[in-house]
């Protein structure tokens, strides 16, 4: 009867400490603030060529990686940076699937802006434009050894740039027998 009468505080401190951390969570109203607020990246190369569906998931595994490193909504609203790790975990995220699945460089180079640039034909149908994507995903996957790597040639540098525009243009040419030319940047350094 004593261990029962002793236990009890216990079991009662437990219960306390869970129901405290349990309110540590985002609730529904939080979170779809926090969907609410994602919209405004959609304009991002990647995520503006992504239907409703595919970016409702996108923002839903934004805020997850959020809720998960800041338990507390209300501290991380007023949080200083906010607005920098809400970018640094959007970019994270975009990196993260361009790894789990290459083939969603269709959303970093849109079928319609590879048409206007001269690399694809127009008029290319849905089975075309998936078998440009992965000869392009895999040679890309053979040249950069992870999508971070890759994501950061294209943002730094213009070789870079000329070696995807070739990658493209190769693929176009054995896919599609499309001719691309390339225009070449010359840097010359002091």
């Not at 437990?14 to 959609?42: D, P």
Request: with cysteine; net charge negative; hydrophobic share 40%.
């Amino acid at each position: 009867m004593k261990k029962s009468l002793l236990a009890l505080p216990l079991l009662a401190a437990a219960i306390g400490f869970g129901a405290c951390s349990q309110q540590a969570g985002w609730n529904r109203e939080e979170r779809q603030q926090m969907r609410n607020a994602l919209k405004q990246y959609r304009q991002m190369v990647y995520l503006q060529d992504l239907t409703e569906p595919e970016f409702v998931i996108f923002s839903d595994n934004v805020a997850t990686d959020l809720e998960h490193d800041y338990p507390v909504y209300a501290t991380f609203v007023k949080m200083p940076g906010l607005n920098d790790t809400i970018d640094a975990v959007v970019i994270t995220t975009i990196i993260d699937e361009l790894d789990a699945d290459a083939h969603n460089m269709r959303h970093l180079y849109p079928y319609r802006y590879l048409v206007e640039q001269g690399v694809l034909p127009e008029g290319l149908d849905r089975s075309g434009q998936r078998a440009f994507y992965r000869c392009f995903a895999a040679k890309v996957n053979r040249y950069y050894s992870s999508a971070e790597e890759f994501f950061n040639a294209i943002l730094a540098d213009t070789t870079d740039n000329s070696r995807i525009a070739t990658m493209q243009a190769q693929c176009a040419d054995e896919l599609f027998d499309f001719d691309v030319e390339i225009d070449e940047i010359a840097i010359y350094g002091n």
